[in-house]
């Protein structure tokens, strides 16, 4: 099996992940938003997604679809994901398995999905079946994050083991990068603080946590535009250069191989 169902858990997030402020996120971050560094930094390795046409896209994972606006001139576009959204084209089984022909897809977009499925490499070695040879994916996923069942969270990755599973799947990767790197890191791992140190301010404990989140990261929005300025070498770097050993996530842009070999799940 591919996932694991829940019906409770996975009630609301059709609607949630289509919200107009969490689309507006993902495509248009501002320095307001609690994550807006990784976020911004997502989209800026996502500029990929218009470098040439494509004719068939798989949004593979699709949750609302929030970087769909990134492809121009697409003949179709397909929405699959594994819970039963409005607008999908189809929901994904449990076995992994998707219901489309071998070689049908010229584009495979993922971004931020391969940590919530069970099957990791059922999912890639689906993605490389459904890839016209030639074909382009384009994956993002997390190295370090909260976790955040959708409905569940099973994985981080490094950028060693998330190249391996993508080679070992079969491809040849065209780009691998590390995101939100180093002090970019830092400070949006902080901007988490604020969530994580709370309490009653009728507590003294409270009251004095209140006053250190006001005060300390009351203006978090000019922080970011600081960090957009001082650090904008550290948005998304190679993940073979040197001193990026501390990064928010992770993107690949993979081609299947023009003559591609068949490749094992297992």
Known sequence: MNRIRSDAATAVLPTALAESEYLRQRIAPQPRDTFYLPLSDLRSFLDVCGERPFD?????????????????????????????????????????????PDESCDCILSTQVLEHVLSPRIYLAE????????????????????????????????????????????????????????????????????????DSRRTLRGLGLWLLNRLVFGNLATVKRWADRRYAAYRNVDDREQGHRLYIGLGAVAIKPMRAQATSAS
């Open 127 to 198: 993605a490389f079946r459904v890839l016209r040879p030639g074909g382009t994916l384009i994956l993002t996923t997390h190295g370090i994050w909260e976790d955040h069942g959708c409905p569940y969270d099973f994985w981080r990755w490094t950028a060693d083991g998330l190249r391996r599973e993508v080679l070992m799947a079969g491809f040849d990767i065209k780009q691998s990068h590390k995101l939100t790197t180093g002090p970019r890191a830092v400070l949006s791992l902080l901007g988490c603080i604020p969530y994580q140190l709370n």
């Open 56 to 100: 068939t896209v798989l949004d593979y994972g699709c949750g609302g679809s929030p970087y769909r606006g990134l492809f121009h001139g697409v003949s179709r576009y397909i929405r699959a994901d594994y819970v039963d959204s409005p607008g999908i084209d189809f929901q994904i089984e449990d076995s992994g398995v998707l219901p489309l």
